[in-house]
C-alpha cells in the first residue's frame, strides 16, 4: 500500500499539524474563548437597625458575701470519732463471736 499526499508532493508537510501563526488552513477557524467575568465583589453584611436610645443591657443584681463559718472544734471532734471507732469495733467483734458459734453449731451437727 502506498499512501501518498493528494498534492502529490512527497514532503512530509501536508501530514504536519498546521501551526498556530499561520492560523487555520483548512477553513475553519477555532473560537476563542470568552474572557471569564471579574467575580462580584462583596459589600458585606447589611447595617443592623440602630438600638432603641431607652433600652438597657440586663442588670443582675449581686448576691452578698459568704458569712463567715464558725470555727471548728477539733478535741470534740476527736473525741466522737473515738467514740464511733470503739462502737464499731464493738459490733465487729459481737458479730464475729456470733459466726463462731454458729459455725461450730453446724459442724457439730453434721459431725454428730
Known amino acids: 500500500m502506498n499512501v501518498s499526499a493528494p498534492t502529490g508532493s512527497d514532503d512530509h508537510s501536508y501530514w504536519q499539524r ?25 459589600p458585606g453584611p447589611p447595617r443592623p437597625a440602630p438600638a432603641s436610645p431607652l433600652w438597657r443591657p440586663p442588670v443582675v443584681s449581686e448576691s452578698p458575701p459568704p458569712r463567715i463559718m464558725p470555727a471548728q472544734n477539733t478535741e470534740a471532734l476527736d473525741a466522737s470519732e473515738s467514740a464511733a471507732r470503739t462502737m464499731t469495733y464493738g459490733v465487729g467483734m459481737v458479730v464475729g463471736a456470733i459466726a463462731i458459734i454458729v459455725m461450730f453449731l453446724l459442724c457439730a451437727r453434721a459431725i454428730f
Open 18 to 42: 498546521p501551526d498556530a501563526e499561520s492560523g487555520d488552513s483548512f477553513g475553519a477557524e477555532r473560537p476563542t474563548p470568552t474572557p471569564k467575568p471579574d467575580p462580584p465583589t462583596y
